[in-house]
């Protein structure tokens, strides 16, 4: 069974302050790992996927299949980044369904 | 180009009732996903179609059940509600024929059981 744990409910740091969103999962085989985000009032939408190794609006993130761990950073928080994250796994084959965490509230206070 | 659209925005039904959700995909997508997003939770998966066929199921019941058509839109299909069906229901599509799987959401429909 795969599972996506993302430890802290609510974050918030002061504008230009480094941020660091946890996420670790457990999955038997080789995952493709996800961050999605979701702005106030705006549908949820992909921020940035391990395969393509982008960098998005500042965030990335790097797979560590040692520790299952996907957590998603920025060196420089901006207001503008307050929003709800949510790490995700999909299966490499298959019906590619997506497996989300609970989320991660964050706010980027000024 | 257009993007997931999900009708009714909200929705209140009486327990033991059976409802009907409605997802248009994305022009050009073939594949659509179905999520239940419990309050405080993340989305979980429902099921999946691809060419009119489910393609994969999460856990749960029968009960829940869908379509997509020939256009590609999808419902979902909810009978014998329960309380705690309520929460928001997320469409998602993508083109899976093209290789890109990258799921773009809609909005979601607000589904209340009372």
């Known amino acids: 069974a795969q599972r996506v744990t993302q430890p802290e409910k609510l974050l918030s740091v002061f504008k230009g302050a480094p941020v660091e969103l946890k996420c670790n999962y457990s999955y038997s085989g080789s995952p493709e790992l996800f961050w999605y985000v979701q702005y106030s009032r705006q549908r949820l939408q992909l921020l940035l996927r391990?395969?393509s190794r982008e960098s998005i609006k500042g965030f990335t993130a790097d797979l560590n299949k040692g520790e299952t761990s996907f957590h998603l950073k920025k060196p420089f928080a901006q207001e503008e980044d307050s929003a709800m994250y949510y790490c995700?796994?999909?299966?490499?084959?298959?019906?590619?369904?997506?497996?989300f965490g609970s989320g991660t509230q964050l706010t980027v206070l000024p | 180009e257009t993007g997931v659209t999900q009708s009714p925005t909200h929705l209140i039904k009486t327990r033991g009732q059976q409802v009907t959700l409605r997802c248009s995909s994305q022009s050009g997508h073939n594949t659509v996903s179905w999520y239940q997003q419990a309050l405080g939770q993340g989305p979980q998966f429902i099921f999946q179609y691809y060419r009119e066929e489910e393609n994969g199921r999460g856990n749960f019941p029968p009960r829940f059940s869908g379509l997509q058509f020939p256009n590609y839109s999808s419902e979902l299909n909810v009978n014998a509600l329960e309380l705690d069906d309520s929460a928001l229901y997320l469409c998602a599509s993508s083109a899976r024929d093209s290789g890109d799987l990258e799921q773009y959401f809609g909005p979601g429909t607000r589904l209340t059981v009372t």
């Open positions: 391990h395969i």
């Open positions: 995700a796994l999909s299966a490499s084959r298959g019906a590619r369904q997506l497996t």
